[in-house]
């Protein structure tokens, strides 16, 4: 049980600060830029493919990050989504590391 109690007070301390939002959101785009490049490695069974199916997608964020963010959404709404979902996958790996470890 402590350690359940921990993970949910190491989700909520990390998700209430700035700095922690940060992290979440620099953590969640590393695993989902892999998580990229594994399923485009599985669809095309080459690394070649993979890199260039990485590369077609992050492309478009040669631009410093709040720019690039704001140009692939179309709407306040989508940028927003966007954000919640690369923190809550970042605060999700990183929970669920730190459960693991505890």
């Not at 620099?26 to 070649?48: N, R």
């Not at 199916?53 to 963010?69: C, G, K, N, Q």
């Amino acid at each position: 049980m402590r350690r359940n109690r921990g993970a949910v007070k190491y989700a909520g301390g990390v998700a209430t600060s700035r700095v922690g939002l940060v992290n979440m959101y620099i953590y969640g785009g590393t695993v989902l830029s892999l998580a990229t490049f594994v399923l485009g490695l599985l669809a095309s069974g080459s690394v070649e493919a993979a890199l260039n199916a990485v590369m077609e997608f992050y492309i478009s964020r040669v631009v410093p990050w709040p720019l690039d963010e704001l140009l692939l959404a179309e709407t306040l709404v989508e940028l927003a989504i966007s954000h919640a979902i690369t923190i809550g996958v970042g605060l999700f790996v990183a929970t669920s590391k730190w459960w693991k470890n505890v």
